[in-house]
């Protein structure tokens, strides 16, 4: 169980997020939504200790963030965040066997390389297992990214705009998997997310910030409303009942 | 060509620049060539390997590769403090002052300049490395405007002292000084080993290195003060040589093509003791003593420097 309590952090004089207190749900996908500059990612950054939070606190699994040990946690609770751009060259293969440093400290056991090798089944990576992270497209790499924190092995992940330079086919296929990461491995997945039907097709739970703020949280249902929407982004958003998902036709 | 064999080429390349070092020219005067020659290769064997190793480190830390430690102004102090003995005490104090006094003088005080600095920096937190670095930057910056407007004011004999120290030397290293050394890269060297597995994931940045479980700022802080001792005690033994760095750093990237730090810091190490034992042979052999090792380092270093960065300009 994730417990944000009273959470707040700011940039000079500027409260970014502002008292925010949120309870995250075992076993389904939660979306942060919300315009530019609400908090999403900061608020994320602050859950998964990225960045310290200026006040109140953050429990995970019972026990208050600041007193987990940092490899521990590593174990429980995983973050990829928007901008991946890594210094160094690595293959796929060697990039998702970071994912499994938290439990093997660099020296890979067996145990470790099986991880690796169902994550990269997983996110079906094996023809480019080889392949240097350069060489691959943006989806693909993205994709590398997402099995490195399968191999990581968390109840709780984390990602910052995820589709982020991402083509609709592969948003899509990315929302597959994780969609099949709660219902199969019974994750806990937390996105920050922008195109909001996305969040209505594939979250069970939304949280609309702005301002810093907590304006409204629910299930999909109740958060996919003209009148909840209006209030988060200050635009009229028709939402329409297409193939029984709820879309938001907001484009003209 | 595997990276084990690439490793055990540089070796055994080092190892046959070494015996050739100990052994050309020697005309069986043992007793006297052996020790003369034998403190020089042991003052080289340090500093390159030192020197390498905390350039690989540094890099891995900024994940910035044209980076070298001489960027938080340690070389600039040293060369300050050089400079501020001969000029309130003349040079003659600098000749007759006690050479491990010296030594241990230097170190701590670079020592002492790195952790006032890391403390300013790393007290508050949420401070950015490189605030650091641009910090250091300008305090070298200072030192070093501060040691040459010295260096105009003071008799033009005196002067010569100290631009002898301002290149690296290997030709007079004190044996005394030269067991203090060991003892104390011996001791940061035992000191870093429990640190050892988080530079491969600390190459990721930092976003990766804490999601993957690292004390990021407390293992930052105590590799970045292994590196300011290393780069201290090299460059109080030898001079400022960390151009150095840069160059095997880098060459040690290319040929071995890894991210392992383990292999490119065993590649670094070798590469640099090739380049100073070769650098030595050269200017002790072909040069005959008219030119000293830093200016050839320095000079080849420089290519290198610009070559670094028209290829990177490329590649963005």
């Known amino acids: 169980m994730v417990k944000v309590r009273g959470v707040s952090k700011q940039y000079g004089g500027k409260k970014v997020v502002d008292n925010v207190s949120v309870d995250i749900a075992e076993g389904k996908i939660t979306s942060f939504i919300g315009p530019n500059g609400a908090g999403k990612s900061t608020l994320m950054s602050m859950i998964s200790r990225l960045i310290t939070k200026d006040a109140g606190e953050i429990v995970i699994g019972g026990t208050e963030i600041g007193s987990w040990k940092s490899n521990e946690l590593a174990k429980k609770i995983s973050i990829l965040k928007q901008s991946n751009h890594i210094n160094i060259r690595l293959t796929v293969k060697d990039l998702v066997s ?16 099986k991880y690796v090798d169902e994550a990269i089944a997983y996110m079906e990576l094996e023809p480019m297992k080889d392949k240097f992270l350069d060489e691959l497209s943006g989806g693909q790499k993205q994709r590398a990214f997402i099995a490195m924190v399968i191999a990581q092995n968390t109840e709780y992940v984390l990602l910052d705009e995820p589709l982020n330079n991402l083509d609709m086919k592969h948003s899509v296929q990315i929302m597959k998997v994780l969609r099949r990461l709660v219902d199969e491995l019974g994750k ?26 907590i304006v409204k949280e629910g299930t999909t249902d109740e958060i996919m409303d003209p009148a909840v929407l209006k209030e988060v982004y200050d635009m009229d958003i028709p939402i329409e009942n297409i193939g029984g998902n709820k879309i938001c036709v907001y484009f003209t | 060509m595997s990276i084990r064999t690439k490793i055990g080429a540089l070796a055994i390349l080092a190892i046959v ?51 070298t430690p001489s960027i938080i102004g340690l070389d600039s102090l040293y060369m300050l403090l050089q400079t501020v003995i001969v000029f309130i005490f003349g040079s003659t104090a600098l000749t007759l002052m006690s050479k491990n006094l010296q030594f241990v003088m230097a170190v701590g ?32 910056t200072f030192f070093s405007s501060l040691s040459s407007f010295m260096q105009k004011l003071i008799d033009p004999n005196e002067f010569l002292i100290v631009k002898d120290k301002m290149f690296a030397s290997f030709n007079n290293v004190n044996s005394d000084i030269l067991l203090l ?33 690292v004390s990021y700022d407390y293992v930052v802080k105590r590799m970045l003060i292994v590196v300011a001792i290393l ?61 000293s090792l830093s200016v050839i380092i320095n000079f080849i270093g420089g290519v290198y420097f610009i070559y670094l960065l028209l290829k990177e300009n490329k590649s963005w």
């Open chain 2, 109 to 140: 005080l670079m020592v002492l300049f790195a952790l006032l600095l890391y403390q300013l920096l790393f007290r508050r937190e949420g401070r950015n490395i490189y605030y650091l670095l641009l910090i250091g930057l300008i305090f070298g």
């Open chain 2, 181 to 213: 050394a060991i003892g104390g890269v011996l001791v940061t060297g035992i000191y870093f080993a429990r640190f050892n597995k988080y530079l491969d994931v600390l190459a990721l940045g930092r976003e990766h290195a804490v999601n993957l479980g």
């Open chain 1, 188 to 213: 806990t997945v937390v996105l920050v997310i922008h195109d909001i039907n996305f969040a209505s097709c594939y979250s069970d739970y939304i949280v609309a910030l702005k301002d810093g703020k």
């Open chain 1, 98 to 113: 970071f994912g499994r440093f938290p439990y093997s400290q660099g020296k890979l056991t067996k145990e470790d390389m």
């Open chain 2, 231 to 291: 780069i201290s005690i090299s460059t109080a033994l030898v001079g400022p040589i960390t151009f150095l760095g840069l160059l095997v750093a880098n060459v040690a990237y290319q040929f071995l093509n890894t991210y392992r730090h383990k292999q490119l810091i065993a590649g670094a190490s070798l590469i640099s003791i090739i380049a100073l034992v070769g650098g030595q042979l050269v200017v002790e052999r072909v040069f005959t003593f008219s030119t």
């Open chain 2, 17 to 67: 620049l070494v015996v050739l070092f100990m052994t050309i020219d020697a005309g069986g005067h043992w007793d006297y060539i052996i020790p003369k020659r034998g403190k020089k290769l042991i003052a080289i064997l340090l500093t390159g390997t030192a020197i390498a190793f905390s350039t690989v480190v540094f890099q891995t830390i900024t994940n910035n590769r044209i980076l």
